[in-house]
């Protein structure tokens, strides 16, 4: 019989969902966490237990799990239909199921900056009050690397001088491409990799574009690793000279643990950024919990916003804070966007990206006169004359769309029109480092990019294939401006010198993720604040600087810009402190790093953000991280894995969703007094009671005033105003009282946005100043 046109259309609509019903995609299928009365074998055959039930036979089951997490981690990946995943949900066992999603990586002056002094030698320095000397520069304290692998041979990674690996160590050294065991020392003392589901998305890994192995193609991993505790390294400089110095982690001493699990993209060049699977990153932190690290630094982040009971960092970070690890992650790099922060759960420290006080200065000598400063570290110089300049509008393919005009994307450039030219490129679509090379491949002889309003005065560099020079987006309207004004515009590039003690710095970076955080605004994010603009440090011998293929050039050491960057400076300070205080929580850290962390420039005025306005909390979180100062907090705001979850069930979540073995109790507290160094109300009506408590760490007795900062509009009040401790250790809880002085003629527009402000605890001699921000927006 003839099918009907209706039941033929039907029949194309149905095809898309029965599609996605039989489609095999890889799923988490999380438990909570383990009751530990089972061996790990008994636990992966559990877990086998359950897909069979889903499954047609034995031999499917286990050919469709990718990952049994077994240690700290409860739960597996495995490849399901929506349907096999829909079933397992419904168990009552089951916590959570979600997709496997994709993550991207968030892309040696600064330790000085910060204020960590660079003493000549790691093992023979007589200073007692450096922060270095105190902390032993880190010695045996163990920081996982969530990345893109490492560069083993790398200067910064050697292990000479060092001890036996520490006895708590319970990690592997796994082989693979051109990493075997010897590529393991006392410096490196782990190394894992994660493809599985990597692989299962993507098909196999091209073996040309990285290794299967924990060895570093990218750079990523290598630069982060040694930003957080590199070797000293002498007379070390980028290509072309710049920033030449001493290169050196902030904690030199620390033991490095690497877990790979970061790729590249397919039919994408590396310039634009790697992948990271859910699936490959909680066996990662699974096993990095059982290793035995005492910190985690992660510099990656979702594309989107999402729930904490569906994101793996979050999660592992939960298992990794009840078992004491500090977990740093990365805040992002969709700035200047409000709500684009990611990794913004408690019990994470989450770190944005911020200046340094070194610049590369160079200039645009324009034909009519004027000279322009921007930065450059291409180590290509042109003749000492004036070129053609155009921008890049003007040279453009006849295909090229108005909106890409002046973008300089592959290909978009005529080599007729740009032969012999400077060209103007404004950022916005496309990598940096592409549209340099799309220049060089038209024939340009000079290239100028020009941030646009939104990214405002701070300037990335990079190792451009050409001469360039970055401007900030003041210079680059000036220089379209003369452009537009004639038919001959001419230009010529200067030589960039490397200059320290610039001012003003910091300033915040105009890439870096802005609160308040889109999950849950009962908590203020981010945290805090550290380098993360034209950071030089250990690359790959693998790759290229740019990592673009049209280049050749091999470099040991790199600049890199992004809150990537900024992360590994919090994780090797956190572990700085680890080796201080040992027996401190991860929560008494995290205070510490924030509560004496700076707001005022090297100026001696607050800090601002790209465009040069007075920054605040949803930018800097407490401040520009002073890790000497942290070293000695006077107070902290402790906080355990227990009170965690009780915050959970006060912003709604229901613990089933996060963890088995718990439930939430029918009184609950409101989101805003869990014991965290800073205070966010989002919907402030009338007033707000705030419970804080605060744990006396100093070494003798102590008797703390409370100053505050009120938000505009808004009376705060801190009873009792005095704390009096007589111990180590010994606690005091104080109120909040946050009141709306009057909302009369604010209009709706103004309810939801949030005013700023401080508190201060100060003790008598004036040794212990312990700040923490406030955020307040009306409901």
């Known amino acids: 019989m003839e099918k009907s046109p209706l039941s033929s259309f039907l029949l194309l609509l149905l095809i898309p969902v029965l599609a996605s019903c039989v489609e095999k995609q890889v799923y988490v299928v999380y438990f909570g966490e383990h009751s530990g009365e089972k061996t790990q074998h008994e636990i992966e055959e559990n877990h086998h237990s359950y897909l069979s039930s889903v499954k047609e036979s034995e031999e499917e089951a286990r050919s469709s799990l990718l990952y049994s997490y077994k240690h700290s981690i409860n739960g597996f990946a495995a490849l399901l239909t929506l349907e096999e995943a829909e079933k397992l949900s419904g168990r009552e066992e089951v916590v959570s199921v979600f997709r496997s999603q994709e993550y991207s990586l968030h892309t040696t002056r600064s330790w000085e900056f910060a204020g960590v002094e660079k003493l000549l030698n790691e093992f023979n320095a007589n200073d007692k009050d450096d922060l270095l000397v105190k902390a032993k520069f880190g010695r045996d304290v163990i920081v996982g690397m969530l990345d893109s692998g490492v560069w083993p041979e790398s200067y910064s990674l050697k292990d000479k001088g060092l001890g036996p690996i520490p006895k708590g160590w319970k990690g592997i050294c796994q082989t693979g491409d051109q990493f075997n065991t010897s590529n393991c020392n006392r410096k490196i003392i782990g190394a894992r990799y994660y493809v599985k589901g990597y692989e299962k998305y993507y098909g196999p890994l091209n073996r040309t574009q990285d290794y299967r192995s924990p060895r570093d193609k990218d750079g990523h991993g290598t630069h982060t690793a040694s930003t957080v505790g590199g070797r000293r390294v002498h007379n070390v400089a980028a290509l072309g000279g710049f920033a030449r110095g001493t290169a050196s982690g902030g904690a030199p001493l ?47 982040g979702s594309y989107d916003a999402t729930p904490f009971s569906k994101d793996s960092i979050a999660i592992g970070a939960l298992h990794a804070v009840k078992n004491n690890i500090i977990t740093a992650c990365s805040a992002g790099n969709s700035g200047p966007a409000s709500y684009s922060i990611r990794n913004t759960a408690p019990w994470i420290l989450t770190v944005s990206a911020s200046s340094l006080d070194r610049k590369f200065i160079a200039a645009v000598e324009l034909g009519n006169g004027e000279t322009l400063q921007g930065e450059s570290i291409s180590p290509y110089h042109l003749k000492r004359k004036l070129y053609p300049l155009v921008r890049a509008g003007q040279v453009v393919n006849p295909n090229v769309t108005k909106d890409l005009l002046d973008q300089c994307m592959p290909g978009s450039l005529s080599p007729e029109k740009a032969k012999g030219k400077i060209v103007f490129c404004l950022r916005g679509n496309g990598t940096r480092v592409g549209k340099g090379a799309e220049v060089k491949r038209a024939g340009g002889v000079g290239y100028i990019l020009g941030n646009n309003k939104s990214l405002g005065e701070d300037v990335s560099v990079d190792c451009h294939l050409l001469p360039s020079i970055a401007v900030g987006y003041r210079n680059a309207t ?146 520009h991280f002073r890790p000497s100062k942290a070293a000695d907090p006077g107070l902290v705001y402790d906080a355990s894995y227990e009170d965690y979850l009780l915050h959970l069930c006060s912003i709604g979540y229901n613990l089933k969703n996060l963890t088995r073995n718990n439930s939430c109790p029918k009184n609950l507290p409101p989101p805003h007094n869990l014991n965290y160094p800073s205070v966010a109300i989002p919907k402030l009506n009338g007033t707000v009671v705030v419970k804080r408590t605060v744990t006396h760490v100093g070494s003798s007795r102590s008797i703390y005033f409370s100053s505050v900062k009120p938000p505009a509009g808004i009376s705060v009040t801190i009873s009792p105003p005095i704390l009096y401790f007589n111990q180590y250790g010994e606690k005091k809880s104080f109120t909040i009282r946050v009141q709306a002085e009057s909302t009369e003629g604010v209009g709706e527009s103004a309810k939801n946005k949030y005013r700023f402000g401080w508190y201060i605890w100060t003790d008598s001699n004036g040794t212990h100043s312990v700040r923490s921000p406030i955020a307040v927006a009306f409901s």
């Open 254 to 300: 620390v033991r490095l643990a690497i877990y790979k699990v970061c790729w590249p993209i397919p039919k994408k060049g590396k310039e634009e950024g790697n992948s990271c699977f859910d699936a490959d990153m909680l066996a990662g932190i699974d096993d990095a919990i059982k290793d035995g690290v005492d910190v985690l630094s992660i510099s990656i």
């Open 478 to 623: 000036k220089i379209l401006k003369y452009i537009d004004s004639t038919k001959n515009a001419t230009a010529y590039i200067t030589p960039a010198d490397t200059v320290i003690h610039g001012i003003p710095a910091p300033h915040m970076a105009g890439f870096t993720s802005v609160g308040p955080s889109p999950v849950s605004e009962a908590t203020l994010k981010p945290d805090i604040t550290a380098p993360g603009l034209n950071i030089l440090a250990a690359w790959t011998e693998g790759d290229s600087p740019t990592k673009m293929d049209v280049d050749h050039r091999v470099v040991k050491y790199n600049f890199l810009s992004g809150t990537s960057m900024s992360c590994p400076h919090i994780a090797g300070a956190a572990a700085l402190l680890r080796a201080i205080h040992p027996t401190w929580s991860s929560a008494a850290i995290r205070s510490a790093l924030m509560t004496t962390a700076g707001i005022l420039n090297n100026m001696g005025k607050p800090i601002t953000d790209a465009s040069g306005k007075e920054a605040n909390p949803f930018l800097f979180g407490s401040g």
